[in-house]
């Protein structure tokens, strides 16, 4: 049966402040608190435990909606839906054996719609957004989650609204244009972006789906967590690289863990959650260093891995509290160290990640040689968008097919 189709039941009890805990209603239109912190939602995990086995959903198509009870959309109806697959992963043993660690591998996202883990949360946010009845939504963006918004929208005949800081890739802004949505660049950061779209939600009536501005696409992202547990058999492996700007995933993931825990399908073992950022922008690992709690804005972001370039996280605490509770870490990586990682992938593993996935192997490699990670720890790296969207080095050797050929010489 049709995953997207089919009426399952639903175990919404309510939404929660991420901060204080105060409880607001659920199927009601909700951006951040009172307290202006993310929304979390919660579920009757008894009830969901009672109606849905391991069994039961491992018989469903393979797809991101088959956690359908895990999800806060009520009628099968509002599901906006582009094929959202479970993303393979891909075990690395070349490398592995290269640098001397454990069993290495690769959760690549970039399977998904618009080639990016994106997809997950904003199609979760639309779905929501359309059960709930907005009709017009609105975001900054560093590129892969306007071209998923865009999308998504266009799919569920919504009116969209992105903004760019005007360094975005032009494939990036393209893209968003080209499925649908307004897009304009402005000159600034992804921040300043926010600030553009805070100040037209009163005016224009459209709904802000920032990052954790809304409650739903971390819901979506959860499934990144949901779907891991279940490839490796319902365990996790030892560690977790994750390429961190606003966290949803990594916040996301933490919850799937606990969620799958609370019903009984997941055991005492979490994995290390990592935090990976960029030198040019770290202010998680600055915040991780320093034992605080929050993280200060960082000052002149810049890194080639655009999509972790967020100066300020609106849920960094989540992050940081996922990390200290998993007995994780954060990690930075150079610029450098980013590319080379992308290119030894490409050409040792065949496989072509963005720049935040190279992010994750760069940061991985050093923390192994650091001793942050055991030889024999286990270790995955998510690969979140397609490496095809991202420019690469030029090739400029050619043959004039009217010479001889000197073959010895290729």
């Known amino acids: 049966m049709d995953n997207t189709t089919a009426e399952r039941p639903t175990f919404v009890t309510h939404l929660e402040c991420s901060m204080t805990g105060k409880s607001y209603p659920a199927d009601k239109l909700h951006g951040l608190s009172e307290a202006g912190k993310p929304l979390l939602v919660r579920y009757d995990l008894d009830g969901l435990g009672k109606a849905l086995s391991r069994d039961k959903l491992q018989a469903r198509p393979a797809d991101m909606w088959r956690y359908r009870e895990f999800l806060p959309v009520r009628q099968a109806g509002n599901i906006v839906s582009l094929g959202e697959i479970m993303t393979p992963i891909i075990r690395c043993r070349e490398l592995a054996r290269d640098i001397g660690g454990g069993a290495l591998y690769v959760k690549d996202e970039g399977r998904l719609p618009t080639g990016s883990f994106k997809a997950r949360g904003l199609c979760l946010a639309v779905s929501m957004a359309r059960e709930l009845g907005i009709t017009a939504i609105a975001m900054p963006t560093n590129g892969n989650a306007g071209a998923a918004m865009a999308a998504y929208a266009s799919r569920a005949g919504m009116q969209s609204y992105v903004f760019c800081p005007d360094d975005t890739p032009s494939v990036n802004v393209r893209e968003i244009a080209a499925q649908g949505a307004e897009v304009w660049m402005v000159n600034g950061l992804i921040t300043d972006c926010g600030k553009i779209v805070g100040g037209g939600t009163a005016e224009t009536g459209w709904f802000d789906v920032s990052t954790l501005k809304e409650p739903y696409r971390i819901e979506g992202k959860k499934t990144m967590g949901l779907e891991l547990a279940e490839q490796f058999g319902w365990d996790v492996p030892d560690v977790i690289f994750y390429p961190t700007g606003g966290g949803t995933g990594l916040i996301g993931m933490w919850k799937a863990f606990d969620e799958l825990a609370q ?89 072509l990640l963005c720049p935040e996935g190279a992010a994750t192997y760069a940061a991985y490699k050093k ?39 000197d073959y010895t010489s290729l």
């Open 263 to 351: 019903i009984g399908w997941l055991g005492e073992k979490r994995p290390r959650m990592v935090a990976v950022q960029a030198s040019g922008c770290a202010p998680i690992v600055k915040a991780y260093e320093d034992g605080a709690d929050h993280a200060v804005p960082w000052e002149n972001a810049h890194t080639v891995a655009a999509g972790i370039r967020v100066p300020a996280a609106i849920g960094d605490f989540l992050i940081l509290r996922a990390v200290r509770e998993s007995n994780g870490f954060a990690i930075v990586v150079d610029d450098d160290a980013i590319l080379t990682s992308r290119d030894e992938m490409a050409r040792r593993e065949g496989l």
């Open 367 to 405: 923390a192994l040689a650091s001793g942050l990670v055991a030889e024999n720890e286990s270790a995955l790296l998510y690969n979140c968008a397609t490496g095809l969207k991202y420019e690469l080095p030029a090739v400029d050797r050619a043959i004039d097919r009217h010479q001889p050929i």
